[in-house]
């Protein structure tokens, strides 16, 4: 089917960059209109193939952070705050994002995006981190909602409380990871249609798909399995009510590119009928 082009505000629906695929991308780098690049794979020049970087010059490009740790009491790292604002000076991203969570602890690298105890302090500490970051660069910084299997037994507030504050009180934008928001209604027993109708659709600006697996009746972002149709049913009300700029599908393992394509195609097509109905 051929691709047909959103308004002029949308710039469409991309991948997220991995190099086991990078082949596979360029060569149907036609069926894309962006693509997503890990900030953190990218801080060192050397890091960049040519391969990247010709990638990076022909689509429409925007970074993805996992290493910013918003949510660490500590302040921002200094050294990986520069390296990442000189990434994003250097390859002209139309937006930079990271993650709601926290991922390093003093010293300790934790490995993973761990939720933040969802008080008002820790909203005011990571709302004041994103005005940070935004005024040290001119590009626009969108943060995105987690993945989390367990709460803390002292929350101030839920989680959609939790991140609309952080949103208005650091006038930024929100990367919506619709498979996040699936998975975390299932897994903390919440209806994901009333936490949209409370979330900022305003804000968005990105969404993020993916899939996930069932183990042992907790359900797991694996970024490797395909997109369920509950997934999908989610996306189709988000863009019926909100104007997302890009749509990325994540994929980091079991690389399926009849999938993954398929899957670009029909995020396309939904992007499409929605936007007709609001025209």
């Not at 970074?63 to 921002?76: F, I, K, R, Y």
């Not at 993945?147 to 208005?168: A, C, K, P, R, W």
């Amino acid at each position: 089917m051929p691709k047909r082009d959103c308004n002029p505000h949308c710039l469409g629906v991309g991948l997220n960059h991995r190099h086991e695929i990078e082949a596979e991308i360029i060569d149907r780098l036609d069926e894309l209109d962006l693509l997503e690049v890990i900030s953190d794979n990218i801080l060192q020049d050397e890091q960049v193939g040519e391969p990247l970087r010709r990638l990076m010059r022909d689509k429409p490009l925007v970074l993805h952070g996992v290493s910013t740790s918003l949510g660490t009491a500590a302040p921002l790292d200094p050294d990986h705050l520069a390296a990442t604002l000189q990434a994003v000076q250097r390859w002209q991203p139309l937006w930079f994002s990271d993650h709601i969570a926290f991922s390093r602890v003093g010293e300790l690298d934790v490995g993973h995006l761990m939720p933040v105890r969802r008080s008002v302090a820790n909203q005011q500490r990571i709302a004041a981190k994103i005005r940070q970051i935004q005024q040290a660069s001119a590009t626009p910084f969108l943060v995105e909602n987690i993945t989390y299997y367990f709460e803390h037994g002292d929350e101030e507030m839920d989680e959609l409380s939790f991140v609309n504050g952080i949103l208005q009180q650091a006038d930024c934008g929100l990367l919506l990871d619709v498979n996040n928001l699936h998975i975390n209604a299932q897994n903390h027993r919440f209806d994901p249609y009333e936490y949209l109708a409370g979330l900022d659709l305003g804000r968005v600006v990105e969404l993020h798909l993916a899939g996930g697996f069932v183990r042992d009746e907790l359900m797991i972002d694996s970024h490797g399995h395909r997109i369920v149709e509950p997934v999908w049913e989610l996306l189709r009300h988000v863009c019926e009510r909100a104007q997302p700029r890009a749509i990325i599908i994540e994929r980091d393992i079991n690389f399926d590119l009849a999938d993954i394509f398929d899957s670009v195609a029909r995020a396309r097509e939904i992007l499409l009928q929605t936007e007709a109905l609001a025209a």
